[in-house]
């Protein structure tokens, strides 16, 4: 698992100078390629293909895989696995798919998963903010290690409510004194970030926790306690950005809807099959309105470009994808959180997450994020906690069941 794990810190870190190299063959090519063995080999030995093929996640995954599949092919797709290519992309969310489900099959390595998650965040948030003292002028955003300021606040809003949670559960002192620390350099890069997009998520991340977890009071105060006076430290915040927006936070917001009608009228021209995987920047100069000002660039809107560039059926997969992932963390909040011991901590890591999901949902209504990598992990690791869930219901009967056939009667 080392192999696995070190591959998922990578993710939020995918600009690093060691990491960011293009072509057929990089560094996590090749980290991804050494850990397929290992998921196999676990997949032989612990098999679970009929959880996997009964998991809603992975059927609405193979009808979303198929249709961008399809897509990229038959509009003329060139076959490259170039870092940049769209086929690359499709082909590492399989890749990724299957390392995660195939080895994230117990407690213990699911929990590391979650804490590899929220230490590369935090390690991601060291970078912007030493990205900011190199760059210390008024209006700049930092988080070039995750790909820009708005791709790392996906990152940063997602861990920092989900790490939240559990360090208000956590009753271990030194998960909670790791908690927190990734909390605080969270936060700091966070408001660094100062995306308005990942703001509205984090919002609505809490709120849900507030709503779920019974901890809303206490989720309130340590929020205040935290942010509060990093928005009176920490330069170029948020709330400068909604309050006062210069005139490049305005240009910006017209550039996307911009971008976003132009999306739209390619939805309403291709209902069925879409633009093509990976060709919304080339093509929406065409189906932008003359009157508006040229704008060729990405959507900015993760869900209107998977609309545009695959279709409504493609888009309907996507929506599938997000909903049962979010189902299935509440099925496993439902039935784990009125346990103890494991069963308490799964419940809780599930609730944890759906939070975490949820503003990573909100924040990508303003980035395209369907070929960033982290955001896969987030959607991806649902799937995981059912198998987890059957392995400790198993185990707990089994342990139970000398105990029970002491008390049969003798024949």
Known sequence: MIFYYLLLFTLPLNNHRWLAAEGAF??????????????????????????????????????????????????GGNASLATNDPLFHVVSMLVLIILTTFQVDTLPRL????????GSVGVASVYAVRDWLSNPFVGYRPGGISGDSNYFSVCASTCL??????????????????????LVTTSI??????????????AAG???????SGRGLRTLVLLAIVIVPLLLIVPNTIVQRFVHPGYGEQKAVEARETAWR??????????????????FIDVVTTYEDPRDPE???????????????LGIPGFLAYIGLAVSAFAALNRTARSSLGGQGKSLLLGELAVGLQGGFLAAAVGS???????????????FLPACFPIVEQSLTSRTSVALMPATLKMAPSP
């Open 206 to 212: 809490l709120l849900f926790l507030m709503l779920r």
């Open 295 to 309: 704008i060729r660039s990405l959507a900015h809107n993760t869900y209107i470009e998977v609309a545009a560039e």
């Open 111 to 118: 929990r590391s998963v979650v804490w590899v998650m929220i």
């Open 262 to 279: 132009g999306g739209l009228q390619m939805v309403r021209a291709h209902p069925l099959a879409g633009v093509g995987l990976g060709r």
């Open 26 to 75: 990089t560094p996590v090519k090749y980290l991804a390629l050494v850990c397929l063995p290992f998921a196999l080999y676990r997949f032989v030995i612990r098999p679970k293909l009929d959880a996997l093929l009964r998991s809603p996640v992975i059927c609405f995954f193979g009808i979303y895989f198929a249709v961008m599949f399809f897509s990229y092919f038959s509009h």
């Open 365 to 379: 209504f303003f980035v395209s994020a369907w070929f960033f990598r982290f955001f896969w992990l987030v959607l």
């Open 189 to 202: 890069g966070l408001l660094m970030a100062a995306s308005r997009g990942a703001f509205v998520g984090v």
């Open 161 to 182: 409510v989900m790490t939240l949670h559990l360090a208000l559960a956590s009753k271990s002192r030194r998960e909670k004194v790791y908690l927190y620390g990734c």
